[in-house]
């Protein structure tokens, strides 16, 4: 299976406080997304990211939250001053093209106190 | 938008049962469902998925059936082993800016030895 990497694997921040999640996804793949899995709940999406902007965005994805790629290869998730119910996995996920697998990353456990 | 439907949340087998778990999904245009397979803290990864113009699909001990006309789609698990045990996740993927996945709350798997 393909492999995205994300980093840091856990981070635990003050509420308030930006926190920046990455991801290395794979290099041939163009479609970049974004899911958060609160703790014993399910996966949901967050922002979808292609041709170095944002092609879709769900209600979750507020203004404290944003993306980009500012180096070409990793993609960055930014929130702006979390607050507790931030406090989730958030896995990034790549797909080479529409109609193929979307594959993700280890995750980054965030904890917000 | 879409919703899917997920059941049961719990499923406890005997090593060497079937288990069979359901999804429905709302949205018809949806074209593309996924299952994937989460063990504690890890990430969700991919064990088989289905598009709209197959009805069933298999690998090894693993199958997926799809019924679009009633919105419905199954995982099937024959012969199933302590290593099966996880949470088992469905999707159904929404046409947009991008192929966005909504997940099922899943389902935790047992397999007792």
């Known amino acids: 299976e393909p492999e995205v990497t994300q980093t840091p694997s856990h981070q635990v921040t003050q509420m308030g406080q930006e926190v920046i999640l990455r991801c290395v996804p794979i290099?041939?793949?163009?479609?970049f997304y974004w899911y958060r899995q609160i703790l014993g709940q399910k996966v949901e999406f967050l922002v979808s990211f292609y041709n170095n902007e944002i092609s879709e965005k769900s209600e979750i994805f507020d203004d404290q939250f944003s993306v980009e790629r500012p180096d070409g290869s990793n993609f960055t998730l930014k929130i702006r001053s979390t607050k507790l119910e931030d406090s989730a996995m958030y896995f990034c996920?790549?797909?080479?093209?529409?109609?193929?697998?979307?594959?993700f990353g280890p995750g980054t456990r965030l904890l917000v106190l | 938008g879409e919703n899917v439907e997920q059941h049961p949340s719990t499923l406890s087998v005997q090593e060497g049962d079937s288990a069979v778990i359901k999804c429905t999904y709302s949205?018809?245009?949806?074209?593309?469902f996924p299952w994937y397979k989460q063990e504690l803290g890890k990430r969700p990864q991919l064990i088989i998925d289905?598009?709209?113009?197959?009805g069933e699909k298999k690998d090894q001990r693993i199958a997926v059936t799809l019924n679009k006309t009633a919105k419905h789609f199954s995982l099937h698990i024959t012969e199933t082993q302590p290593e099966d045990s996880a949470v088992y996740f469905c999707a159904a993927s929404v046409q947009g800016g991008s192929e966005k996945l909504v997940f099922g709350k899943g389902t935790k798997l047992t397999v007792n030895p």
């Open positions: 949205d018809s245009a949806s074209n593309y």
């Open positions: 290099s041939n793949h163009l479609y």
């Open positions: 996920a790549a797909q080479r093209d529409r109609q193929e697998t979307q594959y």
């Open positions: 289905i598009r709209s113009n197959v």
